[in-house]
Every structure is written in C-alpha cells, then in structure tokens.
C-alpha cells in the first residue's frame, strides 16, 4: 500500500537547538513531497515542496527539508527551533500516476523555552 | 486577502440526520478538495474538483456521501443519514492550479460529531 510514515508522534526541542522531524514515503514514482503545518484553530499552510533537482528545499519560516531517494526520506529540519515553531507538521506526498495525495499521521513539535 | 472558510465550524449531529459543510475558496482557484482528518490521523483524500467538475471521488467512504460545486467556486458536502464514524473534522482545500502537484489553502475544517 502506498503510504507516507512520520515515526514520531511528537518531538521534543529546547529553543535554540537544532530540529528534525522525520518523514519516510512508500509511494510508486517519483513522488513530489510537502511540508504543511498546522497552528492550533488555524487551517494547514504550506512549508514547502520537493519536485525534482537539488535534495534540499528551503522553505518558509527558517525551514527546510533534505530529499534523500535512496533512503525514500524527506525530513524536515530547522537549525535553530523558536518556541513559536510549536505546531503539528504533516508530510505529504503526491503521486503523479493518478494525481493522488497521501498525508502522513502528523508529528507534534513542542519547543521547550 | 481573504482566505478559504468553511461553515460551521462546529456540528453537532444525532445519528440519522442529514448535513451540509460549506466551503468558500479562494476566489479564483481552479482546484478545490475535500479531505476527512480523524481524530490523531492525518487528513485523508475525499474528493476533487477542477471548476464544476468532480473530477475524482474515490475517497468518498460511502454512498451517504454526496459533493457539489455547482458554479465552480462554493462547494458543499453533503453527508447522509450520518453515523458515528462520520465523526470527523472535515478539510476544504483549494488550488490555484489543477491538480494535486501544486500547493493548497486548507481552511480551518469543520469539526462533525455525531451523537
């Protein structure tokens, strides 16, 4: 089954300290990959996206993600985590065969102050 | 400029009743989704438009689930006789471009839950 695991259901960062958060894909193709968060009562914005070429992708608010095929990863990073940086992270992978989207179950990121 | 909302945000139904969410894209978006996001999941494909048309709807769960847009911008999903399961918060996204390969504004969802 086509599918996209984020193993952690929540990580724990101290503000100031570098960040990862994990995300693998089992998914036909050649996938395109996202990032989206999600702050509480506010809907789901886009972080950013992974197409093809250079393995990492800067995106907004300081993040990026580093494209790994061999590995079929993805994982989010941030070098230096803000306490604002708290939210649930969604990785997503769209398969180009059939225009399908699949979402990962989420990872909660708290930043320790 | 204004975003995508959906309405209501909170709905309570009993078991058996009908409903409808609304969801108000971004003017001018072609695309526009629906997804179902249970509770400590991610969300999960419901269906998809380009415009008027309903182009995938594989991810509808059953026959009790029914979406329209039927003049390519405000949409609505309909949920039949709804049972427990239905229970759910519901995602509207939408699109500037067809398809699923470029980004999508997620409204803030409707949370469902039936009693």
């Known amino acids: 089954a086509q599918s996209v695991a984020q193993p952690e259901d929540q990580v724990n960062v101290a503000e100031g300290n570098p960040l990862t958060v994990k995300c693998t894909y089992s998914?036909?193709?050649?996938?395109?990959l996202f990032w989206y968060v999600q702050y509480p009562n506010r809907g789901l914005q886009f972080l950013l996206k992974y197409i093809t070429g250079d393995n990492l992708v800067k995106g907004s608010y300081g993040f990026e993600a580093e494209f790994n095929k061999s590995q079929t990863s993805f994982h989010l990073k941030k070098p230096s985590a803000l306490v604002s940086d708290s939210a649930l992270y969604f990785c997503v992978a769209w398969r180009n065969r059939d225009d399908k989207i699949i979402f990962g179950k989420g990872t909660r990121l708290h930043i320790l102050p | 400029g204004a975003g995508v909302s959906q309405s209501p945000r909170y709905k309570v139904a009993k078991r058996g009743q009908d409903v409808a969410l609304r969801c108000d894209p971004i003017s001018g978006h072609v695309s526009l989704f629906w997804y179902q996001q249970a509770l400590g999941q991610g969300p999960e494909f419901l269906t998809y438009f380009q415009n008027e048309a309903q182009l995938d709807k594989s991810g509808l769960p059953s026959d009790r689930f029914f979406a329209e847009r039927p003049e390519g911008s405000v949409s609505t999903l309909k949920i039949q006789r709804t049972q427990q399961e239905d229970s759910a918060v519901y995602l509207c996204a939408s699109s500037t471009r067809a398809g699923g390969s470029y980004e999508q504004y997620f409204g803030p969802g409707t949370r469902l839950t039936v009693t």
């Open positions: 998914v036909s193709g050649n996938p395109y």
